[in-house]
C-alpha cells in the first residue's frame, strides 16, 4: 500500500502567487515526522521543511509553510510568493518513529512549474 | 564546509559486471542512507546506518545489493551481477543522528547499465 500519495504530477503558478502542493500519507504509528524536500533540475536534494505529528502548530520556514490535518492525514506544501526559482520537483516524506525504524519513504514528486 | 560527496559522478558499465558506490558523509554524521531514484520517480529507501549498530537493510532489493561502512565514516554500495534495471540515480544522505530529521544529500551517482 502507498504510504506517501501525491497526486499532483504537475502544477503550473504564476510568479508572486501561491501555491499548494498536496501529500497525504497513511500510518497506524501515533509517532511519526513528514517532510519536504525540492530536488532542482541539477538533481540535488534540498531539505525544505518538518513536521512532528505531535507539534501542535504547523511548521513554517520562510516562504514555506506545512498544512497538517491529521485526521486527514494530509501534509500539504504552502509555497507563498512564487518565484522563478522555485521551479523543481518537490517530494513529500515520512519517518514512522516505531513500527518503521528510521527509514524515510518518499512519495513520486510534483513538478512545480513557475510562469513569469 | 565540505557535504555529503558520492564517487564516481556517473558509471557506465556492462549488464552482469559489478560496480561499487562511495559515498563520503559529513564529518560528524553518525546516521548514512543510502536511496535510488529511476528516472522521473521518487526516491526508493535501500539502507542506512546508524553508528556501530546492525544496519537496516530492509529496503535491499536483491541479494546482489550489499553496503558497507567504516564506523561512521565512508560507505560503498556494491551491485554484483549488474541488470538493465538497475539503472539510476543512486543518492545517499547523512544526518547527526537518527533523532535529528534533516538529511543532507549527496550529489547522487548516476548508474547506466548497457
Known amino acids: 500500500a502507498q504510504k506517501i500519495t501525491q497526486t499532483q504530477p504537475g502544477m503550473f503558478v504564476q510568479e508572486k502567487e501561491a501555491v499548494t502542493l498536496d501529500c497525504t500519507y497513511d500510518?497506524?504509528?501515533?509517532?511519526?515526522?513528514l517532510f519536504w524536500y525540492k530536488q532542482p533540475s541539477s538533481g540535488e536534494m534540498i531539505f525544505l521543511i518538518y513536521?512532528?505529528?505531535?507539534?501542535?502548530q504547523n511548521a513554517t520556514e520562510g516562504r514555506y509553510s506545512l498544512n497538517f490535518q491529521k485526521a486527514r492525514k494530509s501534509a500539504n506544501l504552502v509555497i507563498s510568493a512564487s518565484q522563478l526559482g522555485d521551479s523543481a520537483m518537490y517530494f513529500c516524506a515520512m519517518r514512522e518513529g516505531r513500527t518503521g525504524g528510521f527509514k524515510t519513504i518518499f512519495g513520486a514528486g510534483t513538478r512545480l512549474f513557475v510562469k513569469a | 564546509g565540505a557535504g555529503v560527496s558520492q564517487s564516481p559522478s556517473n558509471k557506465v558499465t556492462e549488464k552482469g559486471k559489478d560496480v561499487e558506490l562511495r559515498c563520503d558523509p559529513i564529518s560528524g554524521h553518525t546516521a548514512l542512507y543510502w536511496y535510488r531514484q529511476r528516472l522521473g520517480q521518487g526516491l526508493e529507501f535501500l539502507i542506512y546506518f546508524q553508528g556501530n549498530s546492525a544496519p537496516d537493510k530492509s529496503g535491499l532489493p536483491s541479494d546482489r545489493f550489499s553496503a558497507e561502512r567504516t564506523g561512521e565514516s565512508v560507505s560503498t554500495l556494491t551491485i554484483q551481477r549488474t541488470q538493465q534495471e538497475d539503472s539510476a540515480v543512486y543518492l545517499c544522505?547523512?544526518?547527526?543522528?537518527?533523532?535529528?530529521?534533516?538529511?543532507?544529500f549527496g550529489p547522487g551517482t548516476r548508474l547506466t547499465v548497457t
Open positions: 544522505a547523512s544526518s547527526p543522528g537518527l533523532a535529528v530529521y534533516e538529511q543532507y
Open positions: 513536521q512532528g505529528s505531535y507539534d501542535q
Open positions: 500510518t497506524s504509528d501515533p509517532s511519526y515526522g
